[in-house]
């Protein structure tokens, strides 16, 4: 069966940490892997990562894709109250291009 | 603007009720899909469209039913024979024509029952 993990399940830092989220994925006829961020209502999304080993950045998000040991990890530095969200990580299925979404890592900043 | 509306954003089932959740984008999106998200479970797969007048289950397709007349509307039907339908649900499209898209997504109709 095809799952997708995630951890931690939450966290809570202060402004200005930086902290690593993890996803990692079994999944048949693997194609990409995805990170969306959501506050309350609708996902947004960050980053698609296909290639092993290219680092994705945008501002002070980055991630990166292993398909060897089948996993992906999402930094952010230097957080801020506003990144404070849920961030799911999904893994995407050739032909179909079915999502297959982990549960989510509830971050929370402090000021 | 360009985007997914659902409608409405909350909504209230009684027993024995079917509801349907109203979901339109204006992308030009061919590929349309409803999730099912429940606290610690991440999304679910519901029903997805690739095309008109087509759609196939998702994971979790029991008590739910859905249309696709028309590109941009992807309307979903809780039934009654689904027994637990409190959740969030998430409606979500995306260019097929362009495998390097993501799905973009609605705002959400949070359903409770009465």
């Known amino acids: 069966e095809d799952k997708v993990v995630q951890s931690p399940l939450s966290l809570v830092v202060h402004e200005g940490d930086t902290v690593t989220l993890n996803c990692s994925y079994e999944?048949?006829?693997?194609?990409?892997l995805l990170w969306y961020k959501q506050e309350k209502k609708a996902p947004t999304f960050l980053f698609m990562l296909t290639s092993s080993g290219i680092e994705k950045k945008s501002g002070r998000l980055s991630s990166i894709l292993d398909k060897k040991e089948l996993f992906s990890i999402l930094n952010i530095t230097a957080t801020q109250t506003g990144d404070s969200a849920v961030y799911l990580c999904a893994a995407v299925t050739s032909g179909t291009y079915k999502y297959i979404f982990g549960t989510g890592t509830r971050l929370k900043v402090l000021a | 603007d360009g985007g997914i509306t659902q409608s409405p954003k909350y909504l209230f089932r009684k027993e024995g009720q079917n509801v349907t959740l109203s979901c339109e984008q204006n992308?030009?999106?061919?590929?349309m899909y409803w999730y099912r998200q429940d606290p610690g479970q991440g999304l679910r797969l519901i029903y997805y469209?690739?095309?008109?007048?087509?759609?196939q289950k998702g994971d979790i397709a029991e008590g739910y039913s859905v249309s696709r007349e028309k590109k941009e509307s992807f309307p979903l039907t809780v039934t009654s024979a689904q027994k637990n339908p409190t959740a969030f649900y998430l409606c979500a499209s995306r260019n097929t024509g362009n495998s390097n898209q993501p799905q973009h997504f609605g705002d959400g109709t949070r359903l409770s029952i009465l």
């Open positions: 992308l030009n999106h061919d590929a």
């Open positions: 469209s690739q095309i008109v007048n087509d759609f």
């Open positions: 999944v048949t006829n693997f194609r990409s």
